[in-house]
């Protein structure tokens, strides 16, 4: 989860109950190396800036600057399971915010002072189909690969 969440009282224990942790490396490393293992650390690589690009009909990746997860799980002799989802984007609609327009740069903006995207979507509500903040009812598909050993030699190249 984004730091910012645990700084909210109350809320943050709620989270913390529920073993979330920060999205921040000093977070997964104390995580790691405890001892007797069996810990995971999960991470949602696109993020906020994933967020705002995500509608029906779409589908988008950003991975180029995100391999600091790499980096930690050689460092920490962890294994890679990858795993991806199909299907996320069609559950909600998202307001038009194409780049270059005064609400893409105002949610970009914000997007850099609070570290949070701001979407916004809407979808279905509870007794009617026309308009409400439900996700539709969509299928999604989530698929794993085979769990990835990283050895100290990928480590020291």
């Known amino acids: 989860m984004l730091p910012l969440w645990f700084r909210a009282p109350f809320f943050r224990d709620y989270i913390m109950c529920a073993g979330l942790i920060p999205s ?66 069609e559950v909600f609609d998202q307001v038009s915010n194409p780049r270059g327009t005064w609400l893409r740069w105002i949610q970009d903006h914000l997007q850099s002072i609070m570290g949070v995207s701001l979407p916004l979507f809407h979808a279905r509500g509870i007794f009617q189909y026309s308009f409400g903040l439900m996700p539709y009812r969509k299928p999604i598909t989530t698929v794993d690969g085979t769990t990835r050993e990283l050895s100290n030699e990928m480590a020291r190249s």
């Open 24 to 89: 921040d490396k000093d977070s997964a490393s104390y995580l790691l190396r405890k001892e007797g293992g069996g810990n995971a650390v999960v991470i949602a690589v696109g993020g906020a800036l994933e967020a705002l690009d995500a509608r029906p009909g779409t589908h988008s990746v950003l991975l180029a600057s995100k391999k600091g997860f790499i980096k930690l799980a050689l460092e920490h002799g962890a294994h890679l399971v990858p795993v991806y989802s199909f299907g996320e984007n």
